[in-house]
């Protein structure tokens, strides 16, 4: 991901989550030395727009999985499991022992996307999401 793919990022995220990052929080991310942000783009209507992303951290031997997203119009074609298999493959490589999460307790295919790949509910965070509890996910590498 680079801050030229921010716009298209940034509507993503409008469309994914009812409290959405901002510009300046993505902006972070690209800064940040401990995160890693990849944009998957798609070659669309003769040039390539951006359909899916992943920020995460890694910090001595974890990785916490900050955000992804996909655009509506790719969902559902396996995108996001692409991405965090390639993720975790880095995190592997990168000696990561565990992987974390949060989700929303009322994002049903979520859960059961990280459930299908690995991932077990740990414990909730009370109102994480200001109105809502997160479940903490886990898997071990």
């Given at each position: 991901?680079?801050?030229?793919?921010?716009?298209?990022?940034?509507?993503?995220?409008?469309?994914?989550?009812?409290?959405?990052?901002?510009?300046g929080?993505?902006?972070?991310?690209?800064?940040?030395?401990?995160?890693?942000?990849?944009?998957?783009?798609?070659?669309?209507?003769n040039g390539?727009?951006?359909?899916?992303?992943?920020?995460?951290?890694?910090?001595?031997?974890?990785?916490?999985?900050?955000?992804?997203?996909?655009?509506?119009?790719?969902?559902?074609?396996?995108?996001?499991?692409?991405?965090?298999d390639?993720?975790?493959?880095?995190?592997?490589?990168?000696?990561?022992?565990e992987?974390?999460l949060?989700?929303?307790?009322?994002n049903?295919?979520?859960?059961?996307?990280?459930?299908?790949?690995?991932?077990?509910?740990?414990?909730?965070?009370?109102?994480?999401?200001?109105?809502?509890?997160?479940?903490?996910?886990?898997?071990?590498?």
């Open positions: 991901m680079t801050a030229g793919d921010l716009g298209e990022v940034l509507a993503i995220e409008s469309q994914s989550f009812p409290n959405p990052w901002t510009r929080m993505f902006e972070s991310e690209l800064r940040n030395p401990v995160s890693s942000a990849y944009a998957v783009k798609i070659y669309r209507d390539f727009v951006v359909a899916a992303y992943i920020i995460y951290w890694i910090v001595y031997g974890e990785a916490h999985i900050l955000n992804i997203a996909v655009h509506q119009d790719f969902r559902r074609q396996g995108l996001a499991t692409a991405l965090l390639a993720a975790i493959d880095e995190m592997r490589r990168l000696l990561v022992y992987v974390f949060e989700v929303r307790r009322s049903d295919a979520g859960r059961a996307l990280y459930k299908g790949l690995g991932f077990r509910e740990a414990f909730e965070r009370k109102n994480y999401y200001g109105n809502e509890d997160a479940i903490v996910m886990v898997k071990d590498l």
